[in-house]
């Protein structure tokens, strides 16, 4: 991380890498609250601004749901078969599904809808921000006394947001449903012992961890990017500042997992 | 470092308008046709999707479900959880809300059991706190008689822990002990191993030349003599046989032959019949001669009775004859002694 500039001594190396990493997270959570604020005054959802949050909500979300389903049920039904044998290999069935829901709805499908999102939306309307920056819109946004903020960058975040948990309830469902159908299935007879299975594992600590965790995953992955994408890095040594964002997300996604996986299991 | 952020004064419409007029869009934006609609729809959905989730959560927790309160009194609460079951035949009918220490020490584990549920449970109910050694604690609840008085709400009920794993370390024991068992047993110079040896010999002398026989005497001479009795019991046997048959042929004799007992006596027993014939007539004729003899005893009667009568008349003619004795003594006194000498 340390920029391997010659002519500088490593004292400056380090003080202009802890001030631009500084800056960097400072810079992410300086628009998360400015979105957070932006998204809490009612003035955000103006006629102009709504038509444009609609359109990002609607093209940011609807071409990948189908898609990321039908990957998610996939992944479900390989998941819940390769557990289930394997359970019932060791004698252990009744704790199958129960692993099942814990292995792909508390934890694989969350995380999986957050970079399934950050590849096909955020990413890339981070870098689209960026190209606004760089094609003088935002500038000129700015001095026609317009927020380029709240026009640009608020609708991108919402609509990632959205998508991101949008993505991430569907497949829950679809996976709650594939795995009761791969374990019983085409009939009800065990959906009373399935339901209580259910309301067992998703204790209220439990449901409080995965909610917040699919909040933050999302969060992450619609703010990060947009930080990396509205401000220029400020080094010309470092030009790829998308890179660096990119870098930071997952360092974020990998936090929030941590802690959550602490939360649920410490 | 955040000067990018101007007071938002103008309206978003007025900006949108604005730079539409000034700076040329950077990308083709396709109009979406009906995006409104579709995009409240996938609201819409979304909305649905998260709050059904959430409804379906609070009804696989038991939100809707009208309980009663049962609470088990344990004096170890290790491996009950919050949220796990309570089963009554292998089905659960009631979740732990709650387990907390009550003042004696004790644990107590408040159950919620479902109303539509609770009639499973009765006033004889029996509750057991049962921890396996694979897999997690189970609470049991065992209703004997179903006829009896249903279990009220806020019942408390004591709770029988059977423990798998306690019973490990006596169970080592045991085997420990057994295996020490089996160690002293099958060890070269114990007892089962000599006795295997002697019956091993045994079975060797079983197989040998004298058999079972050797094994029972011992030794050879005492066989010998044994198998010098049995032949001699044998000979013995084979004059019986012939004494019998001689005393066979002797009683019953053979056919033609005269000399046998049977049917000498059966010859004596034919004349004895015609000798009790013979008697028989004999008997006829001396029955005869008696008829006749009964018949001269009744003419003696008679004559009997005639001389009783012939008596009477010689003694009334001996005193007549007296009396002229008499008379011709006193008239001719021959006499001349009249004393009466008795002889």
């Known amino acids: 991380m340390i920029s391997r500039l010659p002519g500088l001594s490593l004292p400056e190396r380090v003080w202009n890498t802890v001030r631009r990493w500084a800056i960097a997270w400072w810079r992410i959570l300086y628009l998360g609250a400015v979105v957070f604020v932006l998204v809490l005054s009612p003035s955000s959802y103006g006629r102009g601004t709504r038509r ?16 990321f389903t039908v990957l998610a049920a996939l992944i479900s039904l390989v998941l819940t078969r390769i557990v289930v044998v394997t359970a019932l290999s060791y004698g252990l069935s009744r704790y199958a599904l129960e692993m099942v829901i814990r292995v792909l709805v508390l934890e694989l499908i969350p995380l999986t809808a957050a970079l399934f999102v950050a590849m096909r939306c955020t990413i890339p309307n981070g870098t689209q921000i960026t190209r606004l920056r760089e094609g003088g819109r935002l500038e000129a946004l700015r001095r ?123 | 470092m955040n000067h990018h952020i101007p007071p938002p004064r103008p309206t978003p419409e007025s900006a949108e308008g604005a730079f539409a007029a000034d700076v040329p869009p950077v990308e083709t934006l396709r109009p979406v046709a009906h995006l409104e609609i579709k995009a409240a729809a996938l609201l819409l959905f979304s909305l649905l999707l998260i709050v059904g989730s959430g409804l379906y959560l609070l009804y696989a927790r038991g939100a809707f479900e009208p309980t009663q309160t ?40 408040i159950v919620d059991v479902p109303r539509k549920d609770a009639h499973w449970l009765r006033q004889s109910s029996v509750f057991t706190l049962v921890r396996g050694i694979v897999g997690g604690t189970n609470i049991r609840a065992y209703s004997g008689m179903l006829s009896d008085d249903p279990l009220p709400d ?27 068992n089996l160690n002293a047993l099958t060890a070269e110079d114990a007892a089962l191993g000599s006795s295997l040896n ?29 198998m010098a009795t ?64 009964q018949a001269v005893g009744a003419n003696a009667r008679e004559a009997t009775t005639d001389l009783g009568a012939l008596r009477a008349e010689v003694e009334s003619n001996l005193r007549k004859v007296e009396s002229l004795v008499n008379e011709i003594n006193r008239k001719w006194p021959f006499a001349r002694d009249t004393e009466i000498k008795l002889p």
Request: charged share 20%; with cysteine.
């Open chain 2, 70 to 109: 049962l609470v088990l009194t344990a004096d170890d609460s290790e491996g009950v959880v919050v949220g796990m079951d309570m089963t009554f035949s292998g089905f659960p009918i009631g979740r732990v809300r709650r387990i907390e220490l009550a003042e004696t020490g004790n644990a107590r584990i």
């Open chain 2, 154 to 180: 806020g019942a408390v009920r004591p709770v029988l822990r059977g423990d798998a794993t306690a019973e490990i370390p006596q169970l080592m024991a045991s085997a420990r002990e057994l295996l020490s």
């Open chain 1, 52 to 67: 444009a949050l609609a359109r990002h909500l609607y093209l940011d979300t609807a071409p990948v749901l189908l898609g």
């Open chain 1, 144 to 266: 026609q006394g317009s927020d380029p903020v709240r026009i640009e960058l608020l609708p991108r975040v919402i609509a990632g947001v959205f998508a991101c948990i949008t993505l991430a309830a569907l497949s829950c469902v679809v996976a709650l449903v594939l795995a009761y159908l791969g374990v019983y299935g085409f009939n009800v007879a065990g959906l009373p012992s399935y339901t209580r299975m259910f309301g067992q594992v998703f204790t209220p600590s439990v449901t409080m961890v995965f909610v917040l965790k699919t909040v933050f995953f999302s969060l992450a992955i619609a703010l990060i990017p947009m930080a990396a994408g509205l401000h220029d890095s400020g080094d010309r040594t470092q030009p790829d500042s998308e890179l660096g964002g990119l870098a930071r997300m997952f360092a974020v996604l990998l936090m929030i997992e941590v802690m959550s996986l602490m939360g649920n299991y410490y």
């Open chain 2, 230 to 293: 049995l032949e001699r019991t044998n000979a013995l046997l084979a004059r019986l046989d012939g004494m019998a048959t001689r005393a066979d042929r002797q009683v019953f004799g053979a056919d033609g032959t005269k000399d046998a007992l049977v049917p000498e006596v059966r010859a004596a027993v034919a004349q004895l019949n015609a000798l009790l014939a013979d008697t028989r007539t004999s008997l006829k004729k001396v029955d005869a001669v008696l008829v006749e003899a």
């Open chain 2, 198 to 226: 002697n019956v091993r010999a045994l079975t060797e002398r079983i197989n040998g030349p004298q058999g079972m026989l050797g094994v029972l005497t011992g030794n050879e001479a005492d066989a010998r003599k044994i």
